[in-house]
Nanobody, 126 residues
Framework: QVQLVESGGGLVQPGESLRLSCKFS????????MAWFRQVPGKEREFVAN????????LYADSVKGRFTVSRDNAKNTIFLQMIALRPEDTAVYFC???????????????????WGQGTQVTVSS
């Protein structure tokens, strides 16, 4: 059974940086497209970024493009989300997700991902 465990969240000030990690276990990591989503109370889960199995293709939400970078280490079954120039509107619970069947047209859709972590809180506030 696939399991995902996020870490690295916390409280930072606007303009600061943070790096999230997501450890994958339970299956062949390189079969999976991995993604980050985020959610604030009362709103739908929002796509942030994803990365294809061998890291050659990535996709970002317009709101984070140029500030966030997704990467993966296939030897360690881990993905990362490097976040710089954080803004208060980046405050959310960040979730890691995995899919072995997602296609290009649905990559930004949360329902396309079968496996989810428990989430890690990121708070950007002065």
């Amino acid at each position: 059974q696939v399991q995902l465990v996020e870490s690295g969240g916390g409280l930072v000030q606007p303009g600061e940086s943070l790096r999230l990690s997501c450890k994958f276990s339970g299956s062949a990591f390189t079969r999976y497209t991995m993604a980050w989503f985020r959610q604030v109370p009362g709103k739908e889960r929002e796509f942030v970024a994803n990365i294809r199995p061998f890291g050659s293709n990535t996709l970002y939400a317009d709101s984070v493009k140029g500030r966030f970078t997704v990467s993966r280490d296939n030897a360690k079954n881990t993905i990362f989300l490097q976040m710089i120039a954080l803004r208060p509107e980046d405050t959310a619970v960040y979730f890691c997700a995995a899919s072995s069947t997602v296609i290009l047209s649905t990559m930004r859709t949360s329902s396309a991902y079968a496996y989810w972590g428990q989430g890690t809180q990121v708070t950007v506030s002065s």
